[in-house]
């Protein structure tokens, strides 16, 4: 099929071959008009192709612009999502795009080099190549007419000649035939002048004559050397441009395609590169990857123990009783809604006395004492006054501290330690934090025994270098490493701490489980689902305790459960005191006239400075009652 193709293919070149100077021996303005506007259609093809190459720049510029736009910020929030297998596929997803955009550039770059560059070298050549051909063909278009009008010049002369030589004779003749003349004039008018003018006349003509067969065998011999040898020459030439403009068309287009073709295989990549993407995306996967960002390991809450009220009612209501039961309640309560305080209700507790400070007396005598101002004071109801004087310098400070810390917390300060996250996330930290700290160490310990080998070999080649050179660099790796193992250790302690107190927890679950199973019907007495959760501070409890099961013997164990202890401030001073003060408000502390004390926290503005006695008596004081000696020294009593 092939073969008989290319034959029939053969066979209509053959019958198409022809021959400009022959076929279009007299069609020379045509031929001017055609070439002409090959050059032009050459040159509009050019400008498509270079306007499709300016389309890929463009489209490849705003390809990698969409793909910048959604790559992966360094340092932001985004890379938290990127553990999802979406995320990941998408930002497979936009590095082959990227790659897709590279191979658009790579068409417009061969584009510009391979056919626009050449195209307009060689438009160039062509008009000149056009030029001189033209001037060839008119340049022998000119001799032949001027050929032709020698020719016709001799060809007017000789006719004129003729006539005149005939009219002459005529003449003579006409003379000669008259029987009226007489002989006498006959010999006087036709003289020897009327016949030399005969004769010359015809002597003219016969020059003209031959003049004229000059110039005819002239032009005849350039006419046909003009269309058979010169013109066809010419027009063969331009033939051949033409054919080779035509030609270098074909080319273009084929390398126009060739072009794209070329880089379809690594397109074809890109795209199966996206398909891949597609394809890794795990919808299980996520969802267990949901499950490790969130889960808290805490245990749901169990059921809600049933509050009996008519057993007050059946016993005498008295003061202390009626204290009691409503602390219980009030414990319960709180303990159900400290994850529920809003933020407004905790900057309230943290505050300092809400009335300004009382001016310092005129007297810095005890007498001055009785009538110098007092500390701010409100009416109080007996029930609310007992619950004060309980609410001691010890436990309401701790519960300040403990409010402080959970604000801070929420607001963003961590701990080392991730003590403030739930068990599962401070396991899942832990364990990343001492993945790094354990490549650091891998880390320096090549860096150390490569440097080792560099002392060795400077040991035994001196000429290399000097083997004291390094000590220095080996010094500073050794303290690294010491730190770094110090850091890993301590990670290793808190991760195994985590891991026994979620092991603990598992296991107490499963026993809680089975009990509660095993006491279906019964309504249970003690609740031990709801110990493990966010504590006022904002940190999460882990303590399986089950002190809530017991019977308060003071409100004082009531209000540490509601409470987390910790560490107590670190002194920033002391001070002493200038005036006596009673601190009968909420939150301050009595003092005596030049008593020293400990500054725990400066004025914030309000007229109070926070001060302690000793380690279970905090308050504030008014700062004008006191003078203070900062000093970052000084020591808790």
């Known amino acids: 099929m092939h073969s008989n193709r290319g034959l029939s293919r053969r066979s209509c070149l053959e019958t198409m071959s022809c021959s400009w100077g022959t076929e279009l021996w007299d069609q020379f303005d045509n031929l001017e008009k055609h070439t002409q506007w090959g050059i032009e259609f050459l040159e509009r093809y050019t400008k498509f192709v270079k306007e499709r190459s300016e389309i890929e720049l463009s489209y490849a510029k705003q390809i990698r612009n969409l793909s910048k736009k959604y790559q992966l910020k360094k340092n932001s929030k985004e890379e938290e999502e990127y553990k999802y297998t979406t995320c990941r596929a998408f930002l497979m997803t936009l590095n082959e795009l990227n790659d897709y955009a590279g191979q658009h550039e790579v068409i417009a770059e061969n584009l510009s080099s391979q056919i626009i560059a050449e195209l307009s070298r060689y438009t160039q050549e062509l008009k000149a190549e056009?030029?001189?051909?033209?001037?060839?063909?008119?340049?022998?278009?000119?001799?032949?007419?001027?050929?032709?009008?020698?020719?016709?010049?001799?060809?007017?002369?000789?006719?004129?000649?003729?006539?005149?030589?005939?009219?002459?004779?005529?003449?003579?003749?006409?003379?000669?035939?008259?029987?009226?003349?007489?002989?006498?004039?006959?010999?006087?008018?036709?003289?020897?002048?009327?016949?030399?003018?005969?004769?010359?006349?015809?002597?003219?003509?016969?020059?003209?004559?031959?003049?004229?067969?000059?110039?005819?065998?002239?032009?005849?011999?350039?006419?046909?050397?003009?269309?058979?040898?010169?013109?066809?020459?010419?027009?063969?030439?331009?033939?051949?441009?033409?054919?080779?403009?035509?030609?270098?068309?074909?080319?273009?287009?084929?390398?126009?395609?060739?072009?794209?073709?070329?880089?379809?295989?690594?397109?074809?990549?890109?795209?199966?590169?996206?398909?891949?993407?597609?394809?890794?995306?795990?919808?299980?996967?996520?969802?267990?990857?949901?499950?490790?960002?969130?889960?808290?390991?805490?245990?749901?809450?169990?059921?809600?123990?049933?509050?009996?009220?008519?057993?007050?009612?059946?016993?005498?209501?008295?003061?202390?009783?009626?204290?009691?039961?409503?602390?219980?309640?009030?414990?319960?309560?709180?303990?159900?809604?400290?994850?529920?305080?809003?933020?407004?209700?905790?900057?309230?507790?943290?505050?300092?006395?809400?009335?300004?400070?009382?001016?310092?007396?005129?007297?810095?005598?005890?007498?001055?004492?009785?009538?110098?101002?007092?500390?701010?004071?409100?009416?109080?109801?007996?029930?609310?006054?007992?619950?004060?004087?309980?609410?001691?310098?010890?436990?309401?400070?701790?519960?300040?501290?403990?409010?402080?810390?959970?604000?801070?917390?929420?607001?963003?300060?961590?701990?080392?330690?991730?003590?403030?996250l739930p068990p599962e996330q401070r396991r899942k930290k832990l364990q990343a934090k001492l993945n790094d700290v354990n490549k650091d160490i891998q880390k320096e310990m090549d860096q150390r025994d490569a440097l080792t080998k560099m002392k060795d070999v400077y040991i035994k080649n001196p000429h290399l270098g000097d083997p004291d050179s390094i000590d220095p660099r080996l010094e500073e790796i050794t303290q690294s490493l010491e730190k770094l193992q110090f850091e890993a250790h301590k990670y290793e302690g808190w991760l195994t701490e985590v891991e026994r107190k979620l092991l603990e927890k598992g296991s107490e679950s499963q026993r809680r489980q089975s009990s509660h199973f095993d006491s279906q019907g019964n309504t249970p007495l003690t609740n031990n689902y709801g110990q493990n959760r966010e504590s006022p501070d904002g940190s999460y409890t882990e303590d399986p305790s089950t002190e809530n099961t017991m019977q308060f013997k003071s409100r004082s164990t009531e209000f540490d459960d509601e409470f987390d202890e910790e560490e107590p401030l670190p002194t920033i001073g002391t001070c002493k005191a200038l005036y006596p003060f009673e601190g009968q408000n909420e939150g301050t502390i009595s003092m005596a006239e030049g008593e020293m004390l400990y500054v725990i926290e400066e004025d914030k503005g309000d007229g109070w400075t926070r001060v302690r006695r000793n380690e279970d008596e905090e308050g504030y004081v008014p700062t004008s009652y006191i003078k203070l000696f900062l000093d970052t020294n000084a020591k808790d009593p």
Request: charged share 30%; net charge positive; with cysteine.
């Open 130 to 420: 056009r030029k001189s051909h033209f001037h060839d063909g008119r340049r022998a278009q000119q001799h032949i007419e001027n050929s032709w009008k020698q020719l016709e010049s001799s060809k007017r002369r000789f006719e004129r000649d003729c006539k005149e030589a005939d009219r002459a004779q005529h003449y003579f003749d006409k003379m000669d035939a008259d029987i009226n003349v007489t002989k006498a004039d006959v010999e006087k008018r036709c003289s020897l002048k009327a016949k030399q003018q005969a004769q010359m006349r015809h002597q003219i003509a016969e020059d003209s004559k031959n003049e004229y067969l000059t110039y005819l065998q002239k032009f005849n011999k350039d006419q046909h050397e003009h269309y058979y040898t010169l013109i066809p020459h010419i027009f063969q030439r331009i033939q051949e441009m033409e054919e080779r403009r035509v030609g270098r068309v074909r080319e273009s287009m084929r390398v126009y395609t060739e072009v794209e073709r070329k880089v379809l295989p690594i397109v074809s990549k890109c795209l199966d590169g996206m398909t891949k993407a597609a394809e890794s995306v795990e919808p299980k996967m996520d969802s267990k990857q949901v499950v490790e960002s969130y889960k808290s390991g805490f245990e749901p809450p169990g059921d809600v123990d049933f509050e009996d009220y008519s057993v007050s009612m059946k016993r005498a209501v008295s003061e202390s009783s009626f204290l009691n039961a409503r602390g219980e309640s009030r414990r319960r309560s709180r303990s159900k809604l400290w994850p529920l305080l809003k933020r407004n209700k905790l900057m309230s507790l943290l505050a300092s006395p809400r009335q300004p400070p009382p001016p310092p007396p005129t007297s810095p005598s005890p007498d001055g004492l009785q009538n110098g101002p007092q500390s701010p004071q409100q009416p109080k109801e007996p029930l609310s006054q007992r619950l004060n004087d309980f609410m001691g310098t010890k436990h309401k400070m701790h519960c300040l501290r403990s409010l402080k810390r959970g604000l801070s917390l929420k607001l963003g300060t961590g701990q080392e330690d991730y003590s403030h």
